[in-house]
């Protein structure tokens, strides 16, 4: 699966860019496809919906917290800060 620059291999959960690779978690991989699917920023409540299964608004950091990390392994194995852009509509990938 093709996810901006990156190839995404969902068996053994690694994403790849030139000749480099990345090993990510089962939740990462599903923040990843779902923001994919959309050209718009998606809110935190709807990503705690859809991927974490809240029922409702609670106050927590899951989602900006699963998001950081995420960016931070991106920078660490690609040198990519861009990937997962940040507004105040919410989330999306470049």
Do not use: M
Not at 3 to 8: A, C, D, K
Not at 19 to 42: A, G, H, M, S, V
């Amino acid at each position: 699966k093709k996810i901006n620059r990156y190839l995404l291999n969902l068996n053994s959960r690694e994403i790849f860019y030139e000749k480099k690779k990345l090993k990510l978690t089962e939740q990462e991989i599903k923040i990843l496809l779902y923001l994919d699917k959309f050209k718009n920023p998606i809110k935190i409540d709807q990503l705690q919906k859809d991927i974490w299964k809240y029922k409702n608004d609670l106050e927590t950091h899951t989602v900006e917290t699963h998001i950081h990390r995420l960016r931070k392994k991106f920078f660490k194995a690609f040198n990519d800060q861009d990937l997962i852009v940040s507004t105040k509509k919410g989330y999306f990938i470049k």
